[in-house]
């Protein structure tokens, strides 16, 4: 079968994006950096064209297109973490530069999105008590960075 793998679309800043990427995310490297061999819509002969690399054991590639394209929430890059440490560290490191978002939303420095969502919060929303899913989604939304405890309190109903 073949493989799928995101390919992100850059103007100029394809390697600078991967070896951003892979300085946060565990089990990260970048794999390759192609060069152009003429000049192309994304750069000069010699140029970085294409950066194959590893995010969290899946493989991406980031291309230099010249002409920057906009990206949307229509895609967006979900990060499970085991806790609230995890969360932090990603959500700071990810959104420098960047717009953070509610729910767990941000967007970088490059415009991509993405979410930061802890392990804990889809068991809190499929709790068998809607009263307290309920609680769960209404703290939720009034978040920005998710805050476990807080997730945990609502659920609670504390």
């Known amino acids: 079968m073949s493989k799928i793998a995101p390919c992100l679309w850059f103007a100029t800043e394809a390697e600078e994006a991967a070896r951003f990427y892979a300085g946060l995310i565990p089990d990260s490297r970048i794999d390759q950096v192609q060069r152009a061999p003429a000049d192309s819509p994304g750069g000069q002969a010699g140029t970085v064209l294409v950066v194959g690399f590893t995010l969290g054991g899946t493989r991406f590639t980031a291309l230099n297109g010249g002409v920057g394209a906009e990206f949307s929430h229509a895609i967006s890059f979900q990060i499970d973490c085991a806790d609230q ?71 609670r109903g504390a």
């Open 85 to 155: 440490a995890e969360v932090d560290r990603l959500w700071h490191g990810l959104s420098a530069g960047g717009k953070t978002e509610q729910c767990g939303w941000l967007r970088d420095r490059y415009g991509i999105s993405w979410q930061i969502v802890p392990t804990a919060l889809p068991k809190l929303l499929a709790d068998p008590d809607p009263a307290k899913a309920k609680r769960v989604m209404e703290a939720m939304l009034g978040m920005t960075r998710i805050d476990i405890a807080g997730l945990e309190r609502a659920w």
